[in-house]
């Protein structure tokens, strides 16, 4: 009684399907998959951006703090 069959699972896919019809279906997963290649392709660019190898620079000794100002740009 805890665990599914696997005719537990056909009866609901065909519930679904009888509900909401293939084309549908098959539209949802067309969207979900074009969602999670984007996705993917915008972690790649962000890796892509960053030099591979590059590695950060200290502009001085560590724990040393550098006081600057901030400008708006949005203003300009």
Do not use: C, Y
């Amino acid at each position: 009684m805890g665990s599914f069959s696997i005719w537990h699972w056909l009866i609901v896919l065909l519930v679904v399907v009888l509900i909401f019809g293939t084309k549908k279906l098959r539209n949802v997963g067309q969207d979900l998959g074009g969602a999670v290649k984007g996705f993917k392709d915008g972690m790649k660019s962000d890796d892509d951006k960053a030099a591979p190898g590059a590695k950060l620079e200290s502009a001085g000794p560590a724990g040393q703090t550098i006081d600057g100002e901030v400008k708006d740009r949005s203003k300009a």
